[in-house]
């Protein structure tokens, strides 16, 4: 058995100390670096597709609910938390996906994990795409089902751990957009293995809602799946509606339940008015101009074909997200700081947040950019290319 040490309590926590020189021998150390408000570089790292984050409506609606609602909800949604801008967001959200009801949570993290725990349990099997996001993961781990997370982009690994489950309910979990490199999820092709073995569907379609599908009703609604009995949609508030906040999409009897039992709903201080009111308007926004998801997959198909034509490993988007292969890890982040240096912010993804160990510029289209904007990118986006990034 080992001896129980005897620490003095300043020595407590020395070993975050020793996991902080592993990280930095591997190169994994994460900065913070402070967004300035007045931005002169071009922003290809955010998820404000629609450009709506600083629409002057959409703010003028957040200032406007914060003078009549106050600067927090004050409570949690079961007890003074939910206003009337609340249920008005979860009845436009439903409309506007054609499914019967909608619930927002303070997070797209907190609905995952609501979502997912209140779905299954230890009566239950979950079978999901091994590259789902984080938060869908943590809810995997939090619901005390059997969990088998499959090969990615293979319907029949999904199809074979259904059928070889030992648990009577199953919930398949999938991303439709897959946030590091972009690709799709075959939504359809999910929904009819998951109706053949008795499954729902639950697929978080954060980087598809406002981008994909008719007007930006997101890639579930595309699949024909928003009003499916056995389809549940999660996504966040924070990407193209610009704003804050997450929420879940789908049957009636879905939504009760998760009002009833999912933690992360019940027992967090309810989404901001402010943000709400933001979701709100950025939502009204988008349905009154339709062309806006176009212009985002447009920029975004328009980024990655003149980066592969200069020879770069990009990838081929189908919504807003492309990512460029870099050679290593420090590579990639000496790219990333390069790129910074000359006014355009990207993304820089590298293990562990990439399942495949391959690093990546990861980078966001957005329906605002113009076209010299798009140039002037890709121009810097080559023009400091290490060694080793060309296919
Ligand atoms: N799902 C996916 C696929 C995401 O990319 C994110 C945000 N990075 C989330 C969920 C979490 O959403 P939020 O940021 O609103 O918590």
Same mark, same amino acid.
């Given at each position: 058995?080992?001896?129980?040490?005897?620490?003095?309590?300043?020595?407590?926590?020395?070993?975050?100390?020793?996991?902080?020189?592993?990280?930095?021998?591997?190169?994994?150390?994460?900065?913070?670096?402070?967004?300035?408000?007045?931005?002169?570089?071009?922003?290809?790292?955010?998820?404000?597709?629609?450009?709506?984050?600083?629409?002057?409506?959409?703010?003028?609606?957040?200032?406007?609910? #914060?003078?009549?609602?106050?600067?927090?909800?004050?409570?949690?949604?079961?007890?003074?938390?939910?206003?009337?801008?609340?249920?008005?967001?979860?009845?436009?959200?439903?409309?506007?996906?054609?499914?019967?009801?909608?619930?927002?949570?303070?997070?797209?993290?907190?609905?995952?994990?609501?979502?997912?725990?209140?779905?299954?349990?230890?009566?239950?099997?979950?079978?999901?795409?091994?590259?789902?996001?984080?938060?869908?993961?943590?809810?995997?781990?939090?619901?005390?089902?059997?969990?088998?997370?499959?090969?990615?982009?293979?319907?029949?690994?999904?199809?074979?751990?259904?059928?070889?489950?030992?648990?009577?309910?199953?919930?398949?979990?999938?991303?439709?957009?897959?946030?590091?490199?972009?690709?799709?999820?075959?939504?359809?092709?999910?929904?009819?293995?998951?109706?053949?073995?008795?499954?729902?569907?639950?697929?978080?379609? #954060?980087?598809?809602?406002?981008?994909?599908?008719?007007?930006?009703?997101?890639?579930?609604?595309?699949?024909?799946?928003?009003?499916?009995?056995?389809?549940?949609?999660?996504?966040?508030?924070?990407?193209?509606?610009?704003?804050?906040?997450?929420?879940?999409?789908?049957?009636?009897?879905?939504?009760?339940?998760?009002?009833?039992?999912?933690?992360?709903?019940?027992?967090?201080?309810?989404?901001?008015?402010?943000?709400?009111?933001?979701?709100?308007?950025?939502?009204?926004?988008?349905?009154?101009?339709?062309?806006?998801?176009?212009?985002?997959?447009?920029?975004?198909?328009?980024?990655?074909?003149?980066?592969?034509?200069?020879?770069?490993?990009?990838?081929?988007?189908?919504?807003?997200?492309?990512?460029?292969?870099?050679?290593?890890?420090?590579?990639?982040?000496?790219?990333?700081?390069?790129?910074?240096?000359?006014?355009?912010?990207?993304?820089?993804?590298?293990?562990?947040?990439?399942?495949?160990?391959?690093?990546?510029?990861?980078?966001?289209?957005?329906?605002?950019?113009?076209?010299?904007?798009?140039?002037?990118?890709?121009?810097?986006?080559?023009?400091?290319?290490?060694?080793?990034?060309?296919?």
């Amino acid at each position: 058995m080992n001896a129980i040490p005897q620490l003095p309590p300043e020595n407590v926590f020395d070993w975050l100390d020793t996991e902080a020189e592993k990280r930095a021998d591997a190169g994994l150390v994460r900065r913070l670096r402070a967004r300035p408000a007045q931005a002169d570089e071009l922003d290809l790292a955010g998820n404000d597709y629609l450009g709506l984050a600083r629409d002057k409506r959409v703010v003028g609606a957040a200032a406007a609910a #914060a003078m009549r609602w106050g600067a927090g909800a004050t409570g949690s949604r079961l007890v003074t938390g939910s206003t009337e801008l609340h249920a008005e967001l979860e009845l436009e959200l439903a409309r506007f996906c054609g499914a019967q009801a909608a619930l927002v949570f303070s997070s797209g993290f907190a609905a995952n994990l609501g979502a997912v725990t209140a779905l299954s349990g230890a009566e239950s099997a979950i079978v999901t795409d091994k590259y789902i996001h984080a938060s869908l993961i943590e809810g995997c781990r939090l619901s005390r089902a059997d969990v088998a997370a499959v090969a990615h982009a293979t319907p029949s690994a999904i199809q074979h751990a259904l059928s070889t489950r030992r648990k009577p309910r199953a919930l398949v979990v999938t991303d439709s957009v897959f946030s590091v490199d972009g690709d799709l999820a075959p939504l359809g092709e999910l929904a009819e293995i998951c109706r053949g073995a008795g499954a729902a569907l639950l697929v978080d379609d #954060a980087h598809g809602f406002g981008v994909l599908g008719e007007g930006g009703r997101g890639a579930v609604h595309a699949a024909g799946l928003s009003a499916s009995p056995d389809v549940v949609t999660t996504v966040t508030l924070s990407k193209s509606l610009g704003a804050q906040g997450g929420a879940v999409i789908g049957p009636r009897r879905v939504i009760k339940h998760l009002v009833d039992t999912a933690r992360s709903f019940i027992f967090d201080t309810a989404l901001a008015p402010a943000s709400v009111a933001a979701a709100l308007t950025a939502l009204n926004v988008l349905k009154a101009d339709p062309s806006l998801p176009t212009k985002v997959t447009d920029n975004a198909g328009n980024i990655a074909m003149q980066l592969k034509a200069a020879g770069l490993r990009a990838s081929l988007p189908d919504a807003a997200v492309i990512s460029v292969q870099a050679p290593s890890a420090e590579a990639a982040v000496t790219w990333a700081e390069s790129c910074a240096d000359q006014g355009i912010r990207v993304g820089c993804f590298r293990p562990p947040s990439v399942p495949d160990g391959i690093s990546r510029l990861r980078l966001t289209a957005r329906a605002d950019l113009t076209e010299a904007d798009v140039d002037r990118a890709v121009k810097v986006i080559t023009a400091t290319a290490p060694r080793g990034a060309a296919a």
